[in-house]
C-alpha cells in the first residue's frame, strides 16, 4: 500500500463554485517554448552552414574556388597545376603588341621592347588565395562572392613603365592639333574657300593609363584620350563671305573723272579684298592701300601738288613769288563709296576731287611781306685784339650764312644750325678764359650783333649764353656765344629766338667796310619798341657782374619793365697766359 501526500496532488478537480488556479507569468509557459523553437532553428542553421562549408572546403580542396577568373580565363575548380596551363595558354596566345587607336594613331608599340613579362605564377597563387585568406567571415565573403558571381583579377605582368610611358606621350603628341578656321582668299579673280577642320587636344596622362590598362589585361589596342576642339570660323560662314567676294569680282569696276575713265580689273578688285573673322564671321572689306596701289594711274591723273607762296629776297629788297592751287582725290569718301558697293556688285564710281590751297597762298604772302626794320644793331670788329684778314673773312662767311634767313610766324631760328659746318680760318678764339688760336674766330661777333637786333625788334630769345670773360667790341651783358661742342655734339652752346609775330621776318646780316658787323631784322609793323641796356653790379680785377634791364612797350603800354638777366664774368688772360683784369677791359657803348 503507497503513501499519499493529499496535499499535493498532481490534479484537482474542479466542481461548481471552486476556481481553477492560474499559471503563474514568470513561470516559463509559451515564452520558453519560443525560445527553445528559435535557439533550436539557429541550431540547425549553423549545422547546415557548417555542412555546407565543410562540403565546399572538401569539394574544392587543392583547387581555385568555381567563379574566380584572372585575365578573362575561368579557373575555378582547376588545381594550381591546370590553372598554370591555362593562363600560360592565354598569355602566350595575346598580341605581340599595341596599337593606339583614335586621332593621331597609327602609333604601335612593341611588346617586347617593354620588357613585357606575364607573372603567371603570382597570378594562380592570387586566384588561389581567394576565400583561403582573412578571417573567417573574409573567406566566407570572399567563397560567397565567387559562388554567386564572379571574382576577376588581371594577370599580373611585369614591363617597364617607363618605355610605355615615352611611347604613349609621342603619341599623345602626334594626335594633338590646332583646329583651323575657315578662310576665303581670292587669287586671279577667282574666290577660294579654304574650309575649317576640328582639332584635337589630347589628353597625355589619360592616354598613358590606356596603354598600362592594355599591358595589364593583354590587350592589342589602347585609345588616344583627349577632346575635340572645334574651330572659330566655320566652313558656312567662309562660304558666306565667299558669296560677298564673288559679287565683287563679278566684273570689271569704271571710275571717272573729268572727262576720263579708268577700268579695273576684276583680279584687280579682287587683290584688294581683305578677309577678317570677327565674332565667328568673316567681314569682307577693302584694303587702303592696296586700293590705293591699284589707283596709281587715277591718283598720277588727279593729283597736282599746289605751290607756295614764297619770297625773293635781292639784299634788302623782298618779293613776292606766286603761289598755285593743287587738286587731290577725296580718299576717304572714294574708298567709302567702293566698299559700300563693291560687295553689292556695283561697278561704276564717281571720283570725287576736291581743290587744295597752299599754306601760303600770294594774297597771304604779300600780306606777310616783310616791308619795315624791326630792330637792328652793330659792333665795331676793329676793338678786337686779333684783327688779321683771317677773323675778317670769318666774320664775312658767317654773316653770309645767316644773311637772308626767312623764318614764318612761329619759326625758330639757331645760330648753330646757320652757320655750322663751314670752313673757316684759323684765328683768336676764347677758350676756358684764355685767349688761343682755333677755327672760327669772330663767330661769337656776329652773333652778338643778331642777338641785340633780335631783342630790339621784340622777338623771343629762347636760348643764349654769355662770355667766360668781358670782350671789348660787345657791352658786357649783352654778349652771346656759340660753339659746336666736341666731335658728338655734346656741350654745344646756341642762340636761338622764335619769330613771335604774325607775319615773316627776314635776317640781315652783313660786314661793311666802315669796320661793323650790321644785323638787322625785317617784318610787319607791329607797334612794338623794346629798349635793352646793361650796367655793371660790381667791376674788380678777378671778376665782374653786370646787370641787363629791358623795357618791353606795345602800342605804348608797357608789358615789361625789369632784369632780363646776370651775368658773371671771369678775368681774361692772353696767349701767354697773362691775366687782363676784368675792370680794365675797355667797355663798349649800348649801340655804337
Known sequence: MGLKNRGRRSSTKVGRGEAVPRRDRNSGGDGARRFRSVGGAVTVLCALVAALVALDYWSNAGAVYRGVEVGGVPLGGKTPQEAHGALE?????APGEIRLTGPGGGLVLDKEDMDFRPDVAASVKEAYAVGRKGNITERLGERLRAAFGTVGSPLKVEYAPEVVRTAAEEAAKRASELPRDASVAVARGEVRVEEAREGFRTDVPRTVENVEEAVENLGGEAAVAGEELGPRVTTRAAERAAQEAHAAVSGPVVLAAEGREWTLTPAEVGGTLT?????????AGLDEERLRAALGDVFSALTVEPVESGYKVNGGDVTVTPGREGKQIDEDELFAAVEAGIFEGRREYQVPVATVEPNLTTSEAGRMKPTER??????????SSDKSAERLENLQMSSAAVDGTLLAP?????????????DYNESKVIVNGRETLADGGGLCQVTSTLYNAVNEAGLDVTERSPHYAQLPYIRPGLDATVWFGDENGRGALDMKFENTTDAYVLVRQYVADDGYVYAEIWG??????VRTWSEPAYRNADSAEWVTYQTYRKD????????LHRDTYGALKDEHGKPIPADSVPIAPVNP
Do not use: C, H
Not at 619759326?411 to 659746318?421: A, H, L, Q
Not at 605804348?556 to 632784369?563: I, K, N, P, R, T
Open 89 to 93: 595558354e592565354r598569355a602566350s596566345g
Open 275 to 283: 578677309f577678317a573673322p570677327s565674332g565667328g564671321e568673316i567681314q
Open 374 to 383: 624791326l630792330g637792328s644793331y652793330r659792333t665795331d670788329y676793329t676793338l
Open 410 to 422: 612761329g619759326e625758330t631760328f639757331s645760330m648753330n644750325g646757320k652757320v655750322s659746318g663751314l
Open 556 to 563: 605804348g603800354e608797357v608789358l615789361y619793365d625789369g632784369v
Open 524 to 529: 610787319q609793323p607791329n607797334g612794338t619798341e
